[in-house]
Nanobody, 121 residues
Framework: QVQLVESGGDLVQVGGSLRLSCVASGNILRVNRMGWYRQGPGNKRDLVALINNDGSTNYGGSMKGRFTVSRDNVKNTVYLQMTNLRPEDSAVYFC???????????????WGQGTQVTVSS
């Protein structure tokens, strides 16, 4: 059974920094991409950042330049370094992975439970 477990969410002041981590575990054969989405109260889930097997990245609108996604392929772990945080960055941050597991025939999307980030002014 594949699981994604996030950590690192916290309460931080405006302009502060946080680092989120997400570990994928289970009978994993290949991880295609990993990354982060976020969802604020009353909002839909939006892309924050994704990183592919080749190291290429995609960032959501206002995150590029402030957020950096990275990955440890050996540990099946993805990180999100967030700097210069703003109140509008407050949300639940969800880890995402597209991966192939032993029990599946084709790659599937998996989600973590989410970790809360709150930026106070």
């Amino acid at each position: 059974q594949v699981q994604l477990v996030e950590s690192g969410g916290d309460l931080v002041q405006v302009g502060g920094s946080l680092r989120l981590s997400c570990v994928a575990s289970g009978n994993i054969l290949r991880v295609n991409r990993m990354g982060w989405y976020r969802q604020g109260p009353g909002n839909k889930r939006d892309l924050v950042a994704l990183i592919n097997n080749d190291g290429s990245t995609n960032y959501g609108g206002s995150m590029k330049g402030r957020f950096t996604v990275s990955r440890d392929n050996v540990k099946n772990t993805v990180y999100l370094q967030m700097t210069n945080l703003r109140p509008e960055d407050s949300a639940v941050y969800f880890c995402h992975a597209n991966l192939l597991a032993v029990e599946t025939i084709t790659p599937r999307n998996y989600w973590g439970q989410g970790t809360q980030v709150t930026v106070s002014s």
